[in-house]
């Protein structure tokens, strides 16, 4: 059983994969700030033995080397980051602290201190407006925000570590990650979460244009398994990979599955579509298939029936 260091263990995604780890009999040490992770997302994590946290800023210069030197973890899961697309408009110099430079210091730390695999939370916003559906690893990159910018820049830096430093650099473009624990908080949190929030409320929802947009929905235990996979399994080459399910879901038929739950629910409101607003996204799914036996399996029913049921 392996070491792995989690960045940003207290987030979202990182909580999830934290979970994974420990499950499988890892030892885990989370690093987390609370910027916008939340304490109560590792519950679960902080009553095992194996799991030990650690609360820094990844990006503060000297946190990271130390707790890779005395910790000596076999792989880094690098998920620390500033998560809002929205965020990064209103603030580039925060996204470059946050979403490149911390992931130099990953680098420069694996680098340093021996670590086989480096895993990074990249995004599907690294293709930006490319219109070309599926989306393959090999299109067209055009990122349109400093979020998606920051993404791929990481990417290029990892790949580039890795190749000079020998080890393995895997790089996730996540496509619409959604489950449990994830923050409703804002306008632009992640739409399920946004919406299970308000049909739970009995509150009425607002779809922007006419809800026919689709994404690709990805359950965020699908997320966790395939950062588990490529953290501990041997043999991998550095490269990047699209995390998706290779599945189109429309709006409107998110929203089908929360109405039938939730009956009581006032009738979505539609307003016009966002500024900025892309139609259709949807990944190609068979790289990872094909180079590290990856499959999503949650159906996005099953995901959003995992949400209601919660209660
Ligand atoms: C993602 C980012 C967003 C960014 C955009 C551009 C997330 C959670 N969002 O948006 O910040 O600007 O990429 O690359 O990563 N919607 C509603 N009602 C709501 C909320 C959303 O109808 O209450 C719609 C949106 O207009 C959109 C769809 O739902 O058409 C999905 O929205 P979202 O979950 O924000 O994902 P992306 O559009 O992919």
Same mark, same amino acid.
């Given at each position: ?15 999830? %994969? ?17 910027? %916008? ?72 730390a694996a680098r340093r201190h021996g670590v086989k ?127 998706? %399910? ?66």
């Amino acid at each position: 059983m392996a070491t792995i260091l989690v960045t940003g263990a207290a987030g979202f995604i990182g909580s999830h %994969t934290t979970d994974q780890l420990l499950a499988a009999g890892h030892k885990v040490v989370g690093v987390d700030n609370f910027r %916008t992770g939340k304490a109560a997302n590792l519950a679960e994590a902080l009553r095992s033995g194996a799991f030990q946290f650690v609360e820094a800023d990844v990006a503060a210069a000297g946190v990271l080397d130390a707790v890779v030197e005395e910790a000596r973890p076999e792989a880094i899961i690098h998920l620390a980051a500033l998560v809002s697309v929205q965020e990064s408009i209103a603030d580039p110099a925060l996204n470059f602290s946050l979403n490149v430079l911390a992931t130099q210091l990953v680098g420069e730390a694996a680098r340093r201190h021996g670590v086989k695999r480096v895993v990074f939370a990249s995004s599907a916003a690294v293709y930006g407006d490319a219109t070309t559906l599926p989306l393959r690893e090999d299109a067209e990159k055009r990122p349109i925000s400093p979020y998606g910018a920051a993404k791929l820049a990481s990417e290029a830096l990892l790949l580039g570590h890795a190749a000079s430093y020998g080890f393995t650099a895997r790089c996730h473009r996540y496509f619409n990650v959604f489950g449990p624990r994830q923050d409703p908080a804002s306008p632009y949190s992640g739409v399920i979460s946004i919406f299970d929030r308000r049909f739970r409320e009995g509150a009425a929802v607002t779809i922007f244009g006419d809800g026919q947009q689709t994404r690709d929905f990805i359950s965020v235990h699908d997320v966790a398994r395939a950062n588990v996979r490529a953290a501990t399994r041997a043999g991998l080459a550095s490269g990047v990979v699209n995390i998706c %399910t290779g599945r189109a879901t429309s709006l409107l038929d998110v929203a089908r599955v929360f109405a039938a739950h939730y009956p009581q629910a006032g009738a979505p409101r539609h307003e016009p579509a966002r500024a900025g607003d892309i139609v259709h996204s949807l990944g190609e799914a068979t790289r990872a298939a094909a180079e590290m036996d990856f499959r999503a399996d949650v159906p996005v029913a099953d995901g959003l029936a995992e949400l209601i049921r919660r209660g």
